[in-house]
């Protein structure tokens, strides 16, 4: 969406961004107000934020939105690879195992964030963080 779009329009939710998709206080607190009916300039003015900060703050909801909804489809097998390599990375090659145990549970066709969900209730606290960011640095959180 470029700005010049959101300046023209009223503009919605990002398609995908449901309710239940958590939301950073800082993009809740602008996309409290849009509901399609506000243009930019009012939403600026009741969130408190500049017009230019908002271009960002709805590509921000879009991204999430977009995350959100490849968490809800299938796991690929380049995301079942990925899922490999950031638990290899993070703790070693029990992380094969603790992936071949989640799909085992799980079966064969399930979401990704399912998956995601599954394996991380296996991962020490103190390899946490590592995981996440491995997930993130691939595009898969």
């Known amino acids: 969406?470029?700005?010049?779009?959101l300046d023209a329009a009223l503009p919605n939710w990002p398609t995908g961004l449901r309710d239940e998709v958590p939301l950073?206080?800082?993009l809740w607190r602008v996309m409290h107000f849009v509901n399609g009916q506000r243009g930019m300039e009012d939403i600026a003015r009741l969130s408190g934020l500049p017009t230019e900060e908002l271009t960002s703050v709805m590509?921000?909801?879009?991204?999430?939105a977009d995350r959100a909804r490849q968490r809800a489809q299938p796991i690929t097998p380049a995301q079942l690879a990925v899922l490999r390599?950031?638990?290899?990375?993070?703790v070693g090659p029990i992380g094969?195992?603790?992936l071949e145990?989640?799909?085992?549970?799980l079966g064969e066709v399930v979401a990704l964030g399912?998956?995601?969900s599954h394996v991380a209730q296996d991962i020490p606290q103190k390899q946490?963080?590592?995981f996440v960011h491995q997930l993130r640095q691939n595009g898969l959180a």
Request: with cysteine.
């Open 128 to 130: 946490m963080q590592a």
């Open 24 to 26: 950073p206080f800082s």
């Open 85 to 90: 390599q950031c638990l290899l990375a993070v």
């Open 96 to 98: 094969l195992v603790i």
């Open 1 to 5: 969406m470029t700005t010049r779009a």
């Open 114 to 116: 399912t998956v995601m």
């Open 59 to 64: 590509e921000q909801a879009a991204q999430l």
């Open 101 to 105: 145990d989640a799909l085992e549970d």
